[in-house]
């Protein structure tokens, strides 16, 4: 649970009571006598007065031509639609999709840490875990409705778009900002593992995608929040520093055998940071918006 404290009336106390915007598990709700330290934590503002404008003015107009998704899984999504409450909100089901991809890394994770399991001489993963895996796929991608947009693909639309003039920004550099960071993301981690003396990705494979794919994650975060807010990108993150500085030391062989620490050190820092990147934004954008998060009821704001 997290509390984000707001000012009952002028000041910090305003002649009443201090108030919080509590998220917990189910819904985000106005409580009353909450100190405002107990907020502190979660109460940065990521997203810039510039972006909440941007928010107020955006509206979804995305096209899927996909055959795949035209034909069979937008018709299966309507279907699936109709049966579900409608009291359930949209981000409800989203997290929970979310939550599915998570128990399923952690459940390949255990049985199969370093791939090796499909080997001669080491224990294989066991049929039920492939069926399970399969579902929980399904199930998050259904939730989400998610699209898995390849960096090609990607690339070839900001060329077609600056062909046609069609570029949602003034020039070409502008709109290839959003790729600078997740190309250095993936150059400094391939060339960790390229260079490692303790074989990391040979050894504990699963924290080095953990570790990429998290700060992976927080990139698009950053790249959503400007696309849907129209506000211009910036072309570094700040967790790509300590990410080069830790490959330096690789390179140079300072760390020789402590290489696994610095692996768990970085996965732990930019975990934490991802996570209190997500939880500020979602607890700033509800106060904005004035809404719940995992609920359609609208919140009652003394």
């Known amino acids: 649970m997290s509390c984000r404290?707001?000012?009952?009336?002028?000041?910090?106390?305003?002649?009443?009571?201090?108030?919080c915007l509590v998220v917990g598990t189910g819904a985000v709700s106005w409580r009353k006598d909450w100190p405002v330290s107990r907020g502190a934590m979660f109460s940065y503002e990521y997203v810039t007065?510039?972006?909440?404008a941007g928010f107020d003015k955006y509206k979804y107009s995305a096209v899927d031509t996909n055959p795949l998704s035209v034909y069979v899984m937008h018709p299966f999504w309507n279907s699936v639609v109709k049966i579900l409450p409608t009291w359930l909100a949209p981000n409800l089901l989203t997290f929970s999709g979310f939550v599915l991809l998570v128990l399923n890394?952690?459940?390949?994770a255990y049985f199969d840490y370093d791939f090796y399991a499909s080997g001669s001489g080491y224990t294989h993963v066991p049929s039920w875990v492939w069926i399970a895996a399969g579902l929980l796929n399904f199930m998050a991608y259904t939730l989400g409705c998610a699209f898995i947009v390849t960096f090609p693909v990607s690339l070839y639309n900001v060329f077609k778009a600056y062909r046609s003039n069609t570029l949602k920004h003034h020039s070409f550099y502008e709109a290839m900002l959003p790729f600078i960071s997740p190309v250095l993301l993936f150059?400094?981690?391939?060339l960790w593992v390229c260079t490692s003396p303790y074989d990391v990705?040979?050894?504990?494979?699963?924290?080095v995608y953990f570790l990429v794919g998290t700060a992976f994650s927080n990139l698009t975060c950053k790249l959503i929040v400007c696309q849907m807010s129209n506000t211009r990108c910036q072309p570094l993150s700040w967790f790509l520093l300590p990410l080069a500085v830790g490959v330096i030391f690789v390179i140079s062989g300072i760390l020789q055998d402590k290489e696994y620490y610095l692996l768990i050190i970085l996965t732990t820092v930019i975990t934490l940071a991802h996570i209190h990147y997500g939880v500020c934004v979602v607890n700033q954008l509800?106060?904005?918006?004035?809404?719940y998060v995992f609920s359609l009821k609208k919140p009652n704001v003394e």
């Open 286 to 291: 509800s106060k904005h918006f004035n809404i």
């Open 5 to 19: 404290a707001f000012p009952a009336g002028g000041g910090i106390y305003g002649g009443g009571v201090p108030r």
């Open 187 to 190: 150059s400094l981690c391939t």
């Open 105 to 108: 890394f952690c459940m390949l």
């Open 49 to 52: 007065p510039e972006q909440l």
């Open 201 to 207: 990705i040979e050894k504990h494979p699963r924290i």
